[in-house]
């Protein structure tokens, strides 16, 4: 079955870092685009940042540029978020999204909390 399962959320306060993981299994890793979205309550899930599978191209919301930093890890089949100088702004529910670069199949992981807040 495939799985997609994220930690590394938590509590910390404004200014502080945290680094979500999201380890994979069940399907061909290099095979699938890996991002990361977010939902905060009252707003709709939007995209934090992105990584292609073959050479690492990267995106990122205006929003958490030059802050955040997504990395990938094929030899665990892993994907990371590295989140710097978070604002209370960033508070949401982080999840992982893995999409096929051959075919329409989606998955999602369950998401981890992040809170920032002092």
């Known amino acids: 079955q495939v799985q997609l399962v994220e930690s590394g959320g938590g509590l910390v306060q404004p200014g502080g870092s945290l680094r979500l993981s999201c380890a994979t299994s069940?399907?061909?890793?290099?095979?699938?685009?890996m991002s990361w979205y977010r939902q905060a309550p009252g707003k709709e899930r939007e995209l934090v940042a992105g990584?292609?599978?073959?050479?690492?191209?990267?995106n990122y919301a205006d929003s958490v540029k030059g802050r955040f930093t997504i990395s990938r890890d094929n030899s665990k089949n892993t994907v990371y978020l590295q989140m710097n100088s978070l604002k209370v702004e960033d508070s949401a529910v982080y999840y992982c999204?893995?999409?096929?670069?051959?075919?329409?199949?989606?998955?999602w992981g369950q998401g981890t909390q992040v809170t920032v807040s002092s």
């Open positions: 069940g399907f061909t890793f290099i095979f699938y685009g």
């Open positions: 999204n893995a999409r096929s670069l051959y075919s329409q199949y989606v998955y």
């Open positions: 990584v292609g599978s073959a050479a690492g191209s990267t």
